[in-house]
């Protein structure tokens, strides 16, 4: 018995294909391709669903919408590292920008209309600590013992030019946002400061210096107006300066252990970033294949424990400087050499023992 021509099966797709749709001509809806496709010889892209971009000049479909939608907030608990109360402040208020080292000017920072003195009491530079973008960029509460308060204390120790470059190096962090001249104007006399202190180079006051170049090569990775060799070159001397005052395998505490605790961060941040950096240059290479400045012995204990500035332990930031460094370009010469092997095989015995 032989079927109707209703129950036979269309040899016909019931839309015209995507190459016919373009040029805006007939279609012979043929299957598996189109015959007029065949005829002139093209690649018939056939019958199913495509993906359809807007054009620039189409404004019934525009793909940018003209509206402005806020993310509705989490009402599950949320889990938080590294955070203090301040910065759960600013998560529930909407009028902050996410980058929280770029406030509107309409926040409370009157403090700002007067650099502080010298002489001004702990009581008071804990009041200020709350509104400090500084305090922001590196996390810190508002308590003495933390890294934030460790640099006030450096800045206003006294009047000599250590504490001076500390402290204009903190104001040219807190006036970047607000007032370009004023920063470039802390910036350049902590620069000056800086220099001073370096020519002169107390070994006592060694601890100062390096925080006040810290701090300005900070200033300068924010600033996208300098050079993109000036923040190295500061980093290169915090460096510089930290390997001529410690001990290799030394254990240090209290203050210095957090100033050096800083410093080996970001220095396992620029390991990481200038391995990925295209425009890199020689100098920027060698820095970051300088040797390492831990707080602690390699064997110490406290390597293991976690450390506030960084939000990991010690030992995890030198297992990523170690896998960093065994990171090598296929063009480089050392790449899968003997040498190059074993250090692979020493960071793959670090991560698993």
């Not at 960093?324 to 050392?334: H, M, Q, T």
């Amino acid at each position: 018995m032989q079927k109707s021509a209703s129950e036979r099966p269309s040899t016909r797709h019931q839309k015209r294909c995507w190459n016919c749709r373009d040029r805006k001509i007939a279609c012979d809806r043929s299957l598996p391709s189109c015959g007029n496709c065949k005829r002139r010889q093209d690649a018939c892209k056939g019958y199913g669903v495509k993906l359809s971009w807007p054009k620039d000049n189409d404004s019934r479909r525009s793909v940018s919408a003209k509206e402005h939608f806020l993310i509705p907030a989490q009402s599950r608990n949320l889990d938080f590292i590294n955070t203090f109360a301040q910065d759960i402040e600013l998560l529930r208020k909407p009028d902050i920008s996410p980058r929280l080292w770029q406030r509107p000017t309409s926040y409370d920072l009157q403090w700002l209309s007067q650099l502080p003195s010298a002489t001004t009491t702990s009581r008071s530079h804990s009041s200020v600590t709350a509104h400090l973008p500084v305090s922001l960029l590196i996390s810190s509460s508002t308590g003495v013992d933390d890294l934030y308060g460790l640099l006030l204390r450096l800045s206003f120790h006294d009047e000599e030019v250590p504490s001076l470059a500390t402290r204009h190096a903190l104001s040219a962090l807190s006036y970047q946002q607000l007032d370009k001249q004023k920063a470039a104007l802390h910036q350049s006399q902590a620069i000056k400061a800086l220099q001073l202190a370096i020519a002169s180079f107390p070994v006592s006051r060694a601890w100062q210096t390096m925080a006040a170049s810290m701090l300005l090569s900070i200033y300068e990775t924010i600033n996208f107006d300098s050079s993109e060799l000036s923040w190295s070159i500061f980093f290169c001397g915090t460096k510089t300066i930290a390997g001529g005052v410690t001990r290799t395998n030394d254990t240090y505490y209290g203050d210095r252990a957090l100033l050096l605790d800083w410093i080996f961060y970001l220095d396992t941040m620029y390991k990481f970033s200038i391995r990925h950096w295209r425009d890199k240059n020689s100098d920027q290479i060698q820095l970051a294949g300088q040797k390492k400045i831990i707080s602690k012995a390699i064997f110490a204990p406290e390597r293991q424990l976690i450390v506030s500035t960084s939000g990991c332990s010690l030992e995890m930031l030198d297992l990523i400087c170690q896998a960093v460094d065994a990171v090598l370009d296929r063009d480089d010469p050392c790449h899968l050499s003997e040498m190059h092997l074993v250090g692979i095989t020493r960071v793959v015995i670090h991560v698993y023992v």
